[in-house]
């Protein structure tokens, strides 16, 4: 919390170092005034930068490669270092306000990566920024002539008294190594009168799994000075709506106001009825408007996950159903009863669409990956890449280079039980620990959800969310934590239910968290009346995990203690409390005389 604060305490700092405004339009800027170097610092009047420093890196005065003498705004970006460049301008007495201004890139090393502008305005004093568009991607080349771009300010800022665009210059997420150098000159600020519009994003990829679309993506759109009708029109096997989960068809209209529209989320997504891959542009129009395309693309395919057999499960009954997973286990072979799931991307929600199964090793130590913890059970951690296809399945262990396997990222451990012998009245009680092997920055969950049925084979159909979420977040390093959930009296009597621990990401930046399942064990209990039921939500046990200490009851009970193999222990008639001295370390099973159960964790 002391960082987010502070973080936030610095982009006001940022924002509000500017000491001057533009208040008159046109206004030029060719970058012939000196630069002040400095951190967070108005390096000329009404525009500040982020690091100013001299040539070679960060952001400088190019006296070297300019389109105007004497000079020109330069970045190089690198891994630890983004350009934010930000100019201040009153705009009370002004609408439809445009920037333009001239760049191209020059070699910076020897690295193959662009360099890429994002812009973007914030009329909070940069606390939020709207509007914001990838304006240009340069490549890591030395360009010989300067070409023209542009960016228009989002309706929001018409008549505002304090505005910030920002020019943000990043590093390409494609290629290796260095990024370009990139050169901005003779920047023009003016109001424009000619229809124009705005996008957010000039590319958008998809995956889809056949029987589903994809999952929708979301870019911002605006327009101003318009005088038709803003139309958005999607190619084939492509969608548009307004919303992300319903209205999609393959175009929009969106009508202006007094000439404007105001920024608005447009959500697209792939919904092809056959597998292939499809590419096509989006294109947004408006009558006198340049148009604007967003290329878009993506793959539909098969899903070839396994459904694991189900585990038979009865009345009464307790079942260890997963305890161990040994990193010596052949690549590609699961658990009896279990399966695990893999997608293609690389910080997935709990909308992504699984594809394969896990084929590879489980004692990989890179790469996204199920490792197997042998007694701790299986974990899972998503990484930038997925595991080259010799080190997946071993017969190149040492492969660095060349062909990765397209679906690689964990993604769920899936059960199925099979619970035709379990009768209306009972209750069916999954035990499981959520374990944290690495916390790392980027926060994980383990989030559990069920389905009954195979929802005529579409592995990404019928998945319900329990009533009260069930979910494990990561935690420190080398903890766990027990959970129960019951599944709803709906899957009792039911030839094929599944229930799925779906790893995904909470949020932050970083290397991500990485989480693991132990200890599931299923037990069926049999109830005779209200009063049992109710009993399942109020019997507990405290503390546990026991450091062989006397452990509490919530209320007194008739209790059976079973080992993790089913052997009973022990057995306590109506007592409040035991004791777990006796007890070697392990996991252990609580069982009340009405049958209920809870699972005990002695350290």
Same mark, same amino acid.
């Given at each position: 919390?002391t960082?987010?604060i502070?973080?936030?305490?610095?982009?006001?700092l940022?924002?509000?170092?500017?000491?001057?405004?533009?208040?008159?339009?046109?206004?030029n800027?060719s970058?012939?005034?000196?630069?002040t170097?400095?951190?967070?610092?108005s390096?000329?009047? $009404?525009?500040?930068?982020?690091t100013?420093?001299?040539?070679?890196?960060?952001?400088f005065?190019?006296?070297?490669?300019y389109? +105007?003498?004497?000079a020109?705004?330069?970045?190089?970006?690198t891994?630890?270092?983004?350009g934010?460049?930000?100019?201040?301008l009153?705009?009370?007495t002004?609408?439809?306000?445009? !920037?333009?201004?001239?760049?191209?890139?020059?070699?910076n090393?020897t690295g193959?990566r662009?360099a890429?502008?994002t812009?973007?305005?914030?009329?909070?004093?940069?606390?939020?920024?709207?509007g914001?568009?990838i304006?240009?991607s340069l490549p890591?080349? $030395?360009?010989?002539?300067?070409?023209?771009?542009?960016y228009?300010?989002?309706?929001?800022?018409?008549?505002q008294s304090?505005?910030?665009?920002?020019?943000?210059?990043? #590093?390409?997420?494609?290629?290796? &190594?260095?990024a370009?150098?990139?050169?901005i000159?003779?920047?023009? !600020?003016?109001?424009?009168?000619?229809p +124009?519009?705005?996008? &957010?994003?000039?590319?958008?990829?998809?995956?889809?799994?056949?029987?589903?679309?994809?999952?929708?993506?979301?870019?911002?759109?605006?327009?101003s000075?318009?005088?038709?009708?803003?139309?958005l029109?999607?190619p084939?096997?492509?969608?548009?709506?307004l919303?992300s989960?319903?209205?999609? &068809?393959?175009?929009?209209s969106?009508v202006?106001?007094?000439?404007?529209?105001?920024l608005?989320?447009?959500?697209s997504?792939?919904?092809?009825?056959? *597998?292939?891959?499809?590419?096509?542009?989006?294109m *947004?129009?408006?009558?006198?408007?340049t148009?604007?395309?967003?290329?878009?693309?993506?793959?539909c395919v098969?899903?070839?996950?396994?459904?694991?057999?189900?585990?038979?499960?009865?009345?009464a009954?307790?079942?260890?159903?997963f305890t161990?997973?040994? =990193?010596? $286990?052949?690549?590609?072979?699961?658990?009896?009863?279990?399966?695990?799931w893999?997608?293609?991307?690389?910080?997935?929600?709990?909308?992504?669409l699984?594809?394969?199964?896990w +084929?590879?090793l489980y004692?990989?130590?890179?790469?996204?990956?199920f490792?197997?913890d042998?007694?701790?059970g299986? =974990?899972?951690?998503n990484?930038?890449n +997925?595991?080259?296809?010799?080190?997946?399945?071993?017969?190149?262990?040492?492969q660095?280079?060349?062909?990765?396997?397209?679906?690689g990222?964990?993604?769920?451990i899936?059960?199925?039980?099979?619970?035709?012998a379990v009768?209306?009245?009972s209750s069916?009680?999954?035990?499981?620990?959520?374990?944290?092997?690495?916390?790392?920055?980027?926060?994980?969950g383990?989030?559990?959800?069920?389905?009954?049925?195979?929802?005529?084979?579409?592995p $990404?159909s019928?998945?319900?969310?329990?009533?009260?979420?069930?979910?494990?977040?990561?935690?420190?390093d080398?903890?766990?934590?027990?959970?129960?959930?019951?599944?709803?009296? &709906?899957?009792?009597?039911?030839?094929?239910?599944?229930? #799925?621990?779906?790893?995904?990401?909470?949020?932050?930046?970083?290397?991500?968290?990485q989480?693991?399942?132990?200890?599931?064990?299923?037990s069926?209990?049999?109830?005779?009346?209200?009063?049992?039921?109710?009993?399942?939500?109020?019997?507990?046990?405290?503390p546990?995990?026991s450091?062989?200490e006397i452990v509490?009851?919530?209320?007194?009970?008739t *209790?059976?203690?079973?080992?993790?193999?089913g052997r009973?222990i022990?057995?306590?008639?109506?007592?409040?409390?035991?004791?777990?001295?006796?007890?070697q370390?392990?996991?252990?099973?609580?069982?009340?005389?009405?049958?209920?159960?809870?699972?005990?964790i002695?350290?």
């Open positions: 919390m960082k987010k502070l973080y936030n305490l610095a982009v006001l940022f924002s509000t170092l500017s000491f001057g405004q533009i208040t008159t339009l046109p206004a800027e970058f012939t005034t000196p630069f170097e400095g951190t967070n610092v390096f000329i009047p $009404n525009w500040t930068g982020n100013v420093a001299p040539p070679s890196s960060k952001i005065r190019d006296i070297v490669d389109n +105007s003498t004497p020109a705004l330069s970045v190089i970006p891994s630890s270092f983004n934010d460049v930000q100019v201040n009153n705009l009370s002004y609408s439809s306000v445009g !920037i333009s201004f001239l760049a191209k890139s020059m070699l090393g193959t662009d890429v502008l812009m973007s305005t914030s009329i909070d004093n940069g606390v939020t920024w709207i914001s568009s304006v240009a890591n080349i $030395n360009q010989t002539a300067f070409t023209s771009y542009s228009t300010l989002p309706v929001e800022a018409n008549n304090n505005v910030l665009v920002r020019f943000f210059i990043t #590093r390409g997420s494609a290629g290796t &190594s260095t370009a150098k990139m050169v000159d003779d920047v023009l !600020i003016q109001q424009v009168t000619t +124009s519009i705005t996008v &957010s994003s000039n590319s958008l990829t998809f995956s889809q799994v056949l029987g589903s679309p994809s999952q929708s993506q979301t870019f911002n759109i605006s327009g000075n318009l005088t038709g009708n803003l139309i029109t999607a084939t096997n492509f969608e548009v709506s919303n989960t319903s209205g999609f &068809s393959g175009s929009l969106l202006p106001n007094s000439g404007n529209i105001l608005t989320p447009i959500y997504r792939l919904n092809s009825s056959s *597998v292939g891959t499809y590419s096509g542009n989006l *947004v129009t408006s009558q006198n408007a148009t604007q395309n967003i290329a878009l693309s993506g793959d098969v899903s070839t996950v396994t459904n694991p057999s189900p585990l038979s499960i009865s009345d009954n307790i079942y260890n159903v161990n997973w040994a =990193s010596t $286990n052949t690549a590609g072979s699961f658990p009896s009863n279990i399966a695990f893999t997608h293609a991307t690389t910080d997935p929600d709990l909308a992504t699984f594809i394969s199964d +084929s590879c004692n990989l130590t890179s790469r996204s990956r490792v197997g042998d007694a701790n299986i =974990s899972m951690i990484t930038g +997925s595991q080259f296809t010799g080190v997946c399945d071993g017969t190149d262990p040492a660095t280079t060349g062909t990765t396997i397209s679906n990222r964990a993604g769920a899936v059960l199925a039980l099979n619970s035709s009768t209306s009245g069916i009680t999954i035990n499981w620990t959520g374990r944290t092997v690495l916390k790392n920055l980027r926060a994980y383990l989030r559990m959800q069920y389905r009954i049925g195979l929802a005529s084979g579409n $990404n019928g998945w319900q969310e329990f009533s009260s979420t069930q979910e494990y977040l990561n935690g420190e080398a903890t766990f934590e027990s959970k129960s959930t019951t599944l709803p009296t &709906s899957c009792n009597g039911q030839p094929i239910v599944q229930v #799925r621990w779906v790893y995904y990401v909470i949020g932050t930046t970083g290397a991500r968290a989480v693991g399942l132990d200890d599931v064990i299923v069926v209990a049999t109830l005779n009346n209200d009063s049992f039921i109710a009993e399942t939500n109020t019997f507990s046990l405290y546990n995990p450091n062989k509490n009851l919530n209320k007194i009970n *209790v059976t203690i079973y080992d993790i193999t009973k022990a057995n306590y008639k109506e007592v409040n409390s035991f004791d777990t001295k006796t007890l370390s392990g996991t252990y099973l609580v069982k009340t005389d009405s049958g209920l159960t809870q699972k005990l002695v350290k």
